[in-house]
């Protein structure tokens, strides 16, 4: 690949931009994607952060949720940002880990910076791709150098007094049973989505439930008023030591709306890109405080297969069978499988499994939340990541 930039020419251009970087911390996730991070690292990241005379503590993630146990006790002092190289995985565990310090006001204001080495590499996609970057280590790592920073709003998702913290998207239906599911057929890469999509959707899926929101402004008409509203704001702990409780504004008497199921697929998103080739939520922002929520009730098999091609363009939230809309609020009570009482789905966070319903893939195994009725608040701007300048 043509890099963007010549290593030779950063020089002093970069090094002596007021606000750059001095001292990162850098998370490499050897396991993600391709396991190409370290390459990578070494070989295109490394040697342009030496360039711009930027300290570098670089920590291998050895397991699953190591950098988030790292960020929980790190002295936040002694950086001016946190990297990972890797895909979106490490980019939630820091922001999950740095929300649950005590001193989570402090330590959030780090910018984290994306450089891509993962399989979906949505977020610094959805960076990039505005400015006509390309996605690439080269690219996102010059951005990280000269130490442009945004906000990023960041979504709440509480189920009584378990907290999950998103910047990504959250998924029911068939969008988490292709995510999730096809971990089968790892060893394909990145086709096995395609692969598997194609069948699902042959042997489609439809769940009962029903969906919650609060519209933002100019998307009223969605939905139905609910007949009652079931949303209750979690009470919030006095205990400091739990960080950070999510946003503090009150929800239960505003008017409420709601789309009941069945459901082929329902997709909340926080940033227009899910990966590299998949355009999610065209009219989504970075700090709007609101939700990008897609819909996907009733479609034909073969009306289906286009939309799933439609995806990588963006043009899928255009179809009749689609209903898009952005929340300030939201709640999803799941139910289970038509015609399968007794089978259930999956609840899927930023790429992770949140909750495993009654006979889905894997359900043996224990996650974060139970398969019943969580919520989703959003608080704008929360988060500040590296950036290309806008």
């Known amino acids: 690949m043509k890099k963007l930039y010549d290593n030779s020419k950063i020089g002093k251009s970069f090094v002596e931009i007021v606000g750059r970087p001095k001292r990162l911390l850098v998370f490499v996730n050897p396991f993600g994607g391709k396991k190409s991070a370290k390459k990578i690292f070494e070989k295109e990241v490394k040697p342009l952060f030496e360039d711009a005379d930027i300290q570098l503590d670089v920590q291998e993630t050895k397991y699953q949720l190591h950098a988030k146990e790292m960020v929980r006790s790190m002295d936040v002092s002694k950086y001016d940002g946190i ?124 769940y009962n439930g029903r969906v919650l929101f609060l519209p933002a402004p100019g998307f009223e008409s969605y939905g139905q008023p609910a007949s009652f509203c079931l949303y ?18 009150k929800f239960e008497d505003f008017e409420w709306r709601e789309i009941k199921g069945p459901f082929v697929s ?20 970075f700090s709007d405080g609101f939700l990008d929520l897609i819909v996907l009730k009733n479609c034909p098999k073969l009306a ?47 790429g992770e499994v949140l909750a495993r319903g009654r006979r889905s893939y894997k359900c043996e195994q224990v996650a974060l939340m139970s398969y019943d009725k969580l919520q989703i608040t959003v608080d704008q701007g929360l988060a500040t990541l590296f950036s290309p300048e806008y």
């Open 83 to 206: 990297v990972c190289v890797s895909g979106d995985g490490v980019l939630v565990e820091v922001v999950n880990g740095l929300l649950q310090r005590e001193d989570w006001k402090t330590a959030f204001k780090l910018p984290i910076g994306i450089i891509p080495a993962g399989t979906g590499n949505g977020m610094i996609k959805s960076l990039l791709d505005p400015v006509g970057l390309q996605c690439c280590a080269n690219s996102a790592t010059i951005s990280i150098i000269r130490g442009h920073t945004r906000s990023l709003d960041v979504a709440t998702i509480s189920q009584g007094t378990t907290k999950f913290f998103s910047v990504l998207m959250l998924a029911w239906g068939l969008v988490a049973d292709i995510d999730i599911e096809s971990e089968k057929f790892r060893w394909m890469g990145s086709a096995r989505i395609d692969f598997y999509a194609i069948q699902r959707i042959i042997s489609l899926r439809q």
């Open 266 to 285: 329902v997709w909340l998103h926080n940033v227009p890109w899910g990966a590299e080739n998949n355009l999610v939520a065209p009219a989504a922002k």
């Open 304 to 350: 289906l297969l286009s939309l799933m091609t439609q995806i990588s363009e963006g043009t899928h939230v255009e179809s009749p069978y689609v209903a898009y809309l952005k929340v300030k609020a939201f709640a999803l009570e799941p139910g289970a499988l038509v015609g399968e009482p007794d089978k259930e789905g999956i609840i899927d966070a930023d």
């Open 232 to 249: 209750k704001e979690t009470p919030v702990s006095n205990n400091k030591a739990l960080g950070y409780q999510g946003p503090d504004t």
